[in-house]
Structures are given as C-alpha cells and as structure tokens.
C-alpha cells in the first residue's frame, strides 16, 4: 500500500565525539549527519511514500556551543531535500535544546501534510501528536510523550506542576537518576514523560475513526511501550495501550529513545519496535535507517 523511511536518535551536533554517561561507548555527534544523508539516498532510490524521525535529531550538547538553531536548521534542511513529506516526533534533546513554546513556533512537530479534517490542529494551537493519512487504508498516529514533562514547560504550567507530582516518587537529587526504583517504577525519571488526558482521548477519537474506516494503524513516539529497559518507558505506558487495546486497527508501534533495537508482540498481537539509536551504532556500521512496507496483511 505504502511504503515509508524511519530513522532514530540522530543526536547531530557539531561537537567532537564524546563518552555516553555511563562511559560504555563513544557518541560521534558529527557522523550523525552523514548517515542522514546516508538513509536520504537510500530512500531516494527506494521511492519512499514519506520518512519519519522518531526523535532526538539533535543532542543537549548544542547547548554549550550555542548551536541549537543551526543544528536543528541543518538536520531539517537534508529532510527537505527528499520530495516527500517528513515527519517529525518530539524527543526529550528536542526539549533540551528548545523550550515547546519555541518548537511550536518552528512548527517542526505538527502535521503539514494532507491532513485530516478534525483531527489535527493547524494552528500552532500548542500540540505536537497528530495523524497522517498516507493512504486511505492506512493511518499514522504520532505522539507527543513530552507534554507532561519537566521538559521544555514553563515552571508555572499545570503540565510542569503535574509532572512533578508523577516524579515525586522519585528518591533522588537529581531526578534523571532511578536509584531506588524497581521494575517498570524505573520509568519516573526526568528524561522521559508522559501524555495528557486529553491526548489519550484524543488517540480514542482517532483509532475509533480508524476502526470504522478499515484502516490499518501504525503509531509513533518517542519513548517505549514495552521495553526491557524499563527506564526508557513512557510515564503512562499502560494508559495508552490501555487505549490501543480497545480497538482492533493498530498494527505496529514505533519508537527510539533507547538506542538499543528492541522487538515484541504485545498480547493483542501489535509489533512495538524499538529502532537502535544512530548515534550508538559502531564505526564499522553506515547506515542506521529502515524503509519498510506496509501490505494489507503485514508490515
Ligand atoms: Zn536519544
């Protein structure tokens, strides 16, 4: 039916290589272009329908070097050069490097592409989950994880003040530690989130739609749903699949945030992928991209 390009945790900066926090293995922020550039070609020739990063395209290093914009302009710049739409989902670097009312003046993160009527928000109204129509048999759903966050909100916002409270459970000083925490509690940390009510009825809404319409469901976040790194997952994981559950159209979910690639079938039968994270792959690995294709019966 369609056929499309993904790609995770780019983590482009123009920065010299650097360890990952736990000393484990060395970031190449540099090379992270070229294999953008790498996976652009490759989609070129695989005639690809539309491509979607799934997060992280920049990393927090920009910062300290003042480099935000130029960064972010630069990895997006090599997404325009594809004639196809490209689709973007909010990574917690994202929210490191901008804060969500600077990202939604970029109007990087909501749907510019053939759109569905009723289901998306235009307007730079303040939402960064929307739905994508490649094909009338097909729905893409992307999410916003980080809009209850610490991350990226204002301090007074009710969505600061909530996350918060769901981090309160956390012991530490520094809240992007899990020390303390066990099994899936490891989730509530700062780095990652959690979606809104309204966005949970909000995907309702759309999967309903979708069930009526026959279409076949592929959703997309930054955070995992299910994971064996429980300090990666979603802060309401179990509410979302609640919700994916009680319709029959979703197919597949995808995500980084990780970086180590991850597969398994829920008990409802959907695929959740996790993608390996570009800027972890090895020297000796260049490209870090997937195209795959979506049939009336599988992926
Ligand atoms: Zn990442």
Redesign the pocket.
Known sequence: LIRFGVIS?L?YADHDPHPNFEKTYLRHYRRSLQFLQNAVKAWELDKVGFVIDLG?VIDGKNVAIKQSLQAFEKILNVYKSLNVPDLHVV?N?ELYNFSRSDLLKMNAFQCKHSCLNGFNNFDNSGFMYYCYEPHPSVKCIVLDMYEISLLGNDVNSPEYKQALGILSINPNQDLNSAFGLEGTDERFVKYNGGISKAQLQWLDVVLEDSEKKKQMVIMFGHCPLQSNYPMTLCWNYDEILAVMHQHKCVQAYCC??A?EYYYTMDSKGIHHLTLP?VIKLPTEISSGHLTVDVYNDKL
């Open positions: 945790d983590h992280d990574g670097h980084g945030h970086h994270g």
